[in-house]
């Protein structure tokens, strides 16, 4: 009988201090969303006049050096644990369309580039030694929040995207396209008794 006794003061005694331990720090859940570059209609790649020439594309059609369509950069963001995807519009409910490529660039709040990757239908495209990371499939459109920047961008610390729409050769273009920061999709919890 001592024993169930001592048994039973140690597990009232761990559920007291379980209920002291504070909860974890809930993630944002309300979905925030910053326009990356805006809409920029259809030109000849000609007339573009800024050139990039600090990005090389493998190309066997057009120029190794693209041309700038537009350009952006977002005010310092914090991602707070939230999934970072890309769409047409504010509200999450469009897709994205990019004639040739986006170049996106993440730096620090002081404006150091700690990463940089490329969405878009390009080749393998380069910054001096660097080739840039490809995010997503090789397309010129993209369905609502098909490309997913989560991974590619800090997690807690604060940064900035800066984005460039590149072009190579016809006929440059992009559509609105926004990131926005929403909470992760809850994962199914498996039941690890189901058969027994």
Known sequence: MHS???LLAATLGWMACARNVPAPAAAPTTPRS???VVDTPPQETETLDKV???VEVDTDEGERTPRVVTFGETPVLQRDG???RLYGDAKGTLGISVDNFLLFEVTDAKGQVKRRAV???TESVHLGNEQV???GRRAFTFEPGEVDLTEFLPESEPFKVRTTVLDTWGVGRV???YLVLSA???RAVEDDLRGE
Do not use: K
């Open 82 to 84: 939230m999934r970072a």
């Open 52 to 54: 990039r020439e600090d």
């Open 133 to 135: 990371d490809n995010v």
């Open 4 to 6: 169930r006794t001592l």
């Open 175 to 177: 559509s609105d396209v």
């Open 34 to 36: 910053v326009r990356l």
């Open 184 to 186: 992760p999709e809850p």
């Open 119 to 121: 969405v878009g239908f």
